[in-house]
């Protein structure tokens, strides 16, 4: 736990919600006796994918703000972190709120700095409770083209949210893959799945060594943990793949043993 805010961002929302789901069953298997408050905001909360994935539902308490300014989702939300009863706050996501202003005005009316004045605030206020209530916190945000001078995208919010934050990553999808893990075109019609690309923008906890990596996102079962780990052993030379044929090192040797498969899928069956 870093009981400090951390920020998803990305164009891929399955992968940053499907890992959003993923820690909420980890935190859940570390430690239950505190509930996980998850502000829906967009309205995208799935019980059976959540249960699929498990998640202890019964432990979830899901915030659905319907007609909601952001002020008073913020609020709400700090009651609730001030209970001391919430061990993993999920805010999903940043660019669904809308401020006070907004709600009060017309459509034709632009209202410059949008959520960034409000957000400012609130992790202002939430950065202390978060660690005097051993609490951490996940807020889902979504990228936007950079108009600015130098171009590439940004991120709805304002700076304030990246200063608070601990941790900043950023996802994008992969390439999909069928059913045997085999790697498809990005137009392809019937993928089981696809990689998810992570990128470490900031980090506060461990050392920023490892900024780029990815994970395998089944449709079917969520992160798929067993392919990752095989790729994980291959760029650390414990197994090799050379071609459609994989191999085991032997562990105390360091040499290949005779044990041999084809395709990655017998690897993964194995």
């Not at 304030?160 to 990553?169: E, F, T």
Request: hydrophobic share 35%.
């Amino acid at each position: 736990p870093m009981y400090r805010i951390t920020e998803f961002s990305g164009a891929d929302s399955s992968g940053k919600s499907t890992t959003a789901l993923d820690i909420i069953k980890n935190y859940q298997n570390m430690d239950n006796s505190k509930n996980v408050l998850y502000v829906d905001v967009e309205g995208t909360f799935d019980n059976y994918w959540a249960t699929k994935l498990g998640v202890d539902v019964d432990k979830v308490i899901v915030f659905n703000p319907q007609v909601m300014s952001a002020e008073n989702v913020f609020e709400i939300s700090l009651n609730f972190v001030r209970t001391g009863e919430v061990g993993l706050f999920i805010l999903d996501s940043v660019p669904a709120l809308v401020p006070d202003l907004v709600f009060e005005e017309d459509y034709e009316k632009q209202e410059m700095g949008g959520i960034s004045k409000s957000l400012t605030r609130f992790c202002r206020d939430l950065h202390p409770l978060l660690i005097s209530k051993k609490c951490t916190a996940i807020l889902l945000n979504q990228v936007r083209d950079n108009f600015n001078y130098g171009g590439g995208v940004t991120t709805p919010g304002g700076r304030a949210l990246k200063h608070y934050c601990s941790v900043r990553m950023m996802f994008s999808k992969g390439l999909p893959f069928d059913e045997h893990g085999k790697e498809l075109s990005r137009n392809a019609q019937n993928p089981a799945g696809h990689t998810v690309d992570v990128r470490l923008l900031k980090s506060k906890v461990c050392p920023n060594n490892r900024l780029n990596g990815c994970y395998s996102l089944n449709y079917l079962g969520g992160i798929d943990y067993i392919t990752d780990t095989i790729d994980c052993a291959i760029n650390l030379g414990l197994i090799s793949a050379s071609g459609p044929w994989y191999k085991l090192y032997d562990l105390e040797t360091g040499e290949l043993t005779d044990t041999k498969f084809q395709g990655k899928n017998a690897v993964v069956n194995y």
